[in-house]
């Protein structure tokens, strides 16, 4: 049902920026959240930012200030500019999209910050 088209993610240096893209395609159903998720080895999956219908966001504590997360309506695609990027972002980021009963996820996109 939901589709998505990951890109963006790489290696950079500690104090770089990365901007990572994920093109959704989600047909007739209605997505009401949609954002980030990362998780890095041996740890659980976390949320980075989410971005609600009304257009308000909730980010993680470890990442305020630093990124920001965006949408384009025409193109479909949610952004997350990460910018000042440290050595413990380094993770595999998931891009995420709920409808009211359920839950999608992308395919993932490496994320590898070097000090």
């Known amino acids: 049902q939901v589709q998505f088209v990951e890109s963006g993610g790489g290696l950079v240096q500690a104090g770089g920026s990365l901007r990572l893209s994920c093109e959704v395609s989600a047909s007739t159903l209605r997505i009401v959240t949609i954002g980030w998720y990362r998780q890095a080895p041996g740890e659980s999956r976390e949320l980075v930012a989410l971005?609600?219908?009304?257009?308000?966001?909730n980010y993680a504590d470890s990442v305020k200030g630093r990124f920001t997360i965006s949408r384009d309506y025409v193109k479909d695609t949610v952004y997350l500019q990460m910018n000042s990027l440290k050595p413990e972002d380094t993770a595999v980021y998931y891009c995420?999209?709920?409808?009211?009963?359920?839950?999608?996820w992308g395919q993932g996109t490496q994320v590898t910050v070097s000090s």
């Open positions: 995420n999209a709920n409808s009211y009963s359920r839950s999608f």
């Open positions: 971005l609600s219908e009304d257009g308000s966001a």
